[in-house]
């Protein structure tokens, strides 16, 4: 597995007193054991785990070290909601690319290219430890959706998909005009997933299948 998830339960009311929409908390490991303050995919994942074993209803806010995400589940379609995209550079140059960085939760190189399959996996390596961030290149397809590939943090390779990496391809797409809102965009795994703006955050969604069932030891 690419990570590890652990839902914590959140106080219903605050130390003043009020009520809290807020149905858990959760912390995120990446498989080198370090934690990571989002994982679009993984939230989506949460949630759905949530649901089925009525951790919390199918339209559900968690807090992450991004802040609060906002799921809803239905069935195995899972869509979550993104913190709001930050733009943090628009004019980093490296190796004669253009690259954004932007902030979907965690921070993100992306480089718009019109051949995916040039990945460079030792430049992508150097990047994410010069800039502390993953590593994105995409391309437009011919019928407007996004193709994207991620070297990932945590998984220190290309990961089958990120999807705050999707997020922050499809953000600096759509900013540029290249594509329309509620588009496609397949990973490296080729499951599609189907992104969007609405108003100022992202939102994605994606099955959810379950692959195995295990136990942690304490």
């Known amino acids: 597995a690419d990570g590890l998830i652990v839902l914590i339960p959140h106080d219903k009311v605050d130390f003043q007193g009020n009520q809290s929409n807020i149905d858990f908390e959760w912390q995120f490991y990446n498989s080198d054991g370090s934690e990571a303050s989002m994982c679009g995919n993984g939230s989506r994942a949460c949630a759905h785990y949530a649901f089925v074993n009525e951790l919390a209803p199918k339209s559900m806010k968690f807090l992450t070290g991004a802040g609060v995400i ?16 930050k733009i943090l550079d628009k004019n980093i140059m490296e ?3 253009l690259w954004w960085k932007i902030d979907t939760g965690v921070p993100h ?12 996996i030792n430049e992508a390596r150097e990047l994410r430890h010069k800039y502390n961030a993953n590593v994105n290149i995409v391309t437009v397809l ?14 220190e390779n290309e990961t089958l998909a990120c999807g705050t990496g999707m997020a922050a391809c ?20 080729g499951e599609v ?20 069932v295990t136990e942690v030891g304490n």
């Open 109 to 120: 190189l992306v480089h718009i290219t019109k051949n995916i399959d040039l990945f460079d």
């Open 70 to 85: 906002g799921v809803d589940v239905e069935g195995n379609m899972v869509q979550s909601e993104l913190t709001p995209p």
């Open 170 to 189: 499809f953000y600096r797409a759509y900013q540029e005009a290249l594509v329309q809102n509620n588009i496609e965009v397949y990973p490296t795994s």
């Open 193 to 212: 997933l189907y992104l969007g703006v609405n108003d100022k955050t992202i939102t994605f969604s994606g099955e959810v299948k379950k692959v195995f």
């Open 95 to 97: 190796n004669g690319k």
């Open 142 to 155: 011919a019928d407007g959706n996004l193709r994207v590939r991620t070297y990932e943090r945590g998984v």
